[in-house]
Nanobody, 126 residues
C-alpha cells in the first residue's frame, strides 16, 4: 500500500515563504510521476508542479518562478519551496504520485495520479 505523508503547511503573510514536504512509501524504486496539487473551496483541483522519473519538472503558469520542486531520492521525499506567496495561493495542498506510466497530459487539471495524501492547509493573508 502506497502511503504519502505531508508536512509544512501553515499560515503566512503575503510575500512570505513555506516549504512543503511529502514522503512516499510502500513501493519499490522511484515513482514515475510525483507532484503537488491544490484545491480551494468552490474551485476544481489544480496541478501545481510535477516531476517525472527523469527529473523533468513542470509548473503551473500561476506559480512559475515562485515555486520550486526538489527531491531527496534517498529519503523518497519531494519538496515544494513556495516563495512570494499571495492570497490566491491559499488552498489545501495535496501530494500525489503515479506508480507506473508517464505523467498524464491532464496533470494540470489534477488528472492521472494513483495515490493521494490527506492534504495540508496553506493560508496566505494579505
Amino acid at each position: 500500500q502506497v502511503q504519502l505523508v505531508e508536512s509544512g503547511g501553515g499560515s503566512v503573510q503575503s510575500g512570505g515563504s513555506l516549504r512543503l514536504s511529502c514522503t512516499a512509501s510502500g513501493y519499490k524504486g522511484m515513482p514515475y510521476c510525483m507532484g503537488w496539487f491544490r484545491q480551494s473551496p468552490g474551485k476544481e483541483r489544480e496541478g501545481v508542479a510535477i516531476i517525472n522519473s527523469g527529473g523533468d519538472t513542470n509548473y503551473a503558469d500561476s506559480v512559475w518562478g515562485r515555486f520550486t520542486l526538489s527531491q531527496d531520492n534517498a529519503k523518497n521525499t519531494l519538496y515544494l519551496q513556495m516563495n512570494s506567496l499571495q492570497p490566491e495561493d491559499t488552498a489545501v495542498y495535496y501530494c500525489a504520485t503515479r506508480v507506473w506510466g508517464a505523467c498524464s497530459a491532464s496533470w494540470r487539471a489534477g488528472g492521472g495520479m494513483h495515490y493521494w495524501g490527506q492534504g495540508t492547509q496553506v493560508t496566505v493573508s494579505s
